[in-house]
């Protein structure tokens, strides 16, 4: 069987779950966490039987995610 990690990415978040990624988003890690926070929320309630996460731009993999963890990548 092949494993998968199925990212969501941040245009549809921000055109379909209304989340705004503006400068704070990218430059205050607190504020990031929390919104990180609310989209991993967000993706359980609305793709409740698919492991459905927020990697992009954020360069992780679901095995080294913590929920405290402040996850920042590359853009």
Do not use: C
């Not at 991993?40 to 731009?57: A, G, M, Q, R």
């Amino acid at each position: 069987m092949i494993s998968t990690q199925i990212s969501i990415s941040k245009g549809w978040l921000h055109e379909l779950g209304d989340f705004r990624f503006t400068e704070a988003y990218y430059w205050d890690p607190t504020y990031r966490a929390a919104i990180d926070r609310k989209i991993d929320e967000y993706l359980v309630d609305t793709f409740k039987d698919l492991p459905v996460h927020n990697f992009e731009s954020n360069l992780v993999q679901k095995d080294f995610i913590a929920p405290n963890l402040v996850r920042i990548g590359a853009i």
